[in-house]
């Protein structure tokens, strides 16, 4: 009896090893460069801080939305992703109301550097990571 318990629990170890972790709920969050010597709360600020940086200095608008038709006002994209277990960005997935700038925010979000990955148990997980971007079109 002992045997088998001992084999359930390191298949219930292993396959939670194996989840996608969400960023809100991870106990160590990946570390974006830079962040290192922060707290847990600043490490997650400044994650947020960074990747939203990389957008607002990358994502060209114009590039992305020319020669196709939108109606005024806001844009909004959504966009989800992992940060595996090396701390590279991975299966992202964008709802746009374009292909066009489906394709600009896939190569802005590709800019993200890698990071240290994400901790969880005190082994390293994927993340998943979710972000809004809304842009006004006058």
Partial sequence: ??????????????SFA??????NIIEDVPIFPG????????KKDCMNI????????????KKATR???????LIKIFVSFKIDENGIVDDIKIKAPHPKIEKETARVINLIPKMRPGLHLGKPVKVAY????KFRIN
């Fill in 1 to 14: 009896m002992k045997k088998l318990l001992f084999i359930v629990l390191i298949t219930v170890k292993f």
């Fill in 18 to 23: 194996q989840e996608t972790v969400p960023f």
């Fill in 35 to 42: 962040c290192e010597k922060l707290d847990a709360i600043g």
């Fill in 50 to 61: 960074g990747i939203n940086e990389i957008i607002k200095r990358n994502f060209n608008l």
């Fill in 67 to 73: 020669g196709i038709t939108l109606d005024k006002g």
């Fill in 130 to 133: 979710t972000l809004p971007i």
